[in-house]
């Protein structure tokens, strides 16, 4: 069985599917579109995507929806920068998250 297994996953890894999807990237968009989705946001997946990856806007959508996911996403970063950074939750670190 163990060898079964290790075929496979040696097929697997072959396929390099890995590059061929950006999975960060994939739960990035998917995260925000659902958070603003939730806040009533018009938006689809799709136009959340191309909004994000190309700066492509959806045709007849508000642009405050627009505004919506923009400003999520750069929360977003914002804080994922401040987990790589590993800040503690210092009062610079509450300042500079309420500034969003």
Partial sequence: MWKELEILRKEYLDLELSE????????????????????????TENDTQL??????????????????VKDHYAAFMFLKDIAK????????CNFLIRQI
Avoid at 21 to 34: G, L, P, Q, R
Avoid at 85 to 92: M, R
């Fill in 20 to 43: 061929a999807i950006n999975y960060e990237k994939f739960s990035m968009i998917s995260i925000v579109y659902n958070s603003t989705k939730i806040e009533g946001c018009s938006l």
């Fill in 51 to 68: 909004l994000l990856e190309k700066d492509i806007t959806a045709k007849g959508k508000p642009l405050s929806d627009h505004l919506m």
């Fill in 85 to 92: 950074k590993k800040l503690n939750s210092s009062h610079k």
